[in-house]
């Protein structure tokens, strides 16, 4: 078993371009330029159970939750609350070996 802890720092400056579909950029917060950078650090603790024998041999449960710490945004964005991320991995020993 480990255990795994990290820092994720996102930091995005505003962009240029637009797509003419959305028309006035007024009525659409969410495309304009000057509202779409912003900062963001998140913390993610993880969690791996490897398995080395018995009816589980070469089977690995990894779970990794991550939680915002910082927020700091230009504009109007969807909210993340906390990301789950789990995964399931089997390996095999090459051809031959025992």
Known sequence: MSLSGRVLFH?????????????????????RQE???GTRVDIPLGMN????????????IAAEWQVPVYRSLQGPRLETDWVLTVGWQKSFAPIGHH
């Open 35 to 37: 509202l779409r950078g």
């Open 11 to 31: 930091n995005r400056g505003n962009y240029a371009g637009s797509d003419p579909a959305y028309g006035d950029r007024m009525m659409a917060p969410t495309v």
């Open 49 to 60: 159970v490897y398995f080395p024998g018995g009816a589980l041999r070469g089977h690995r």
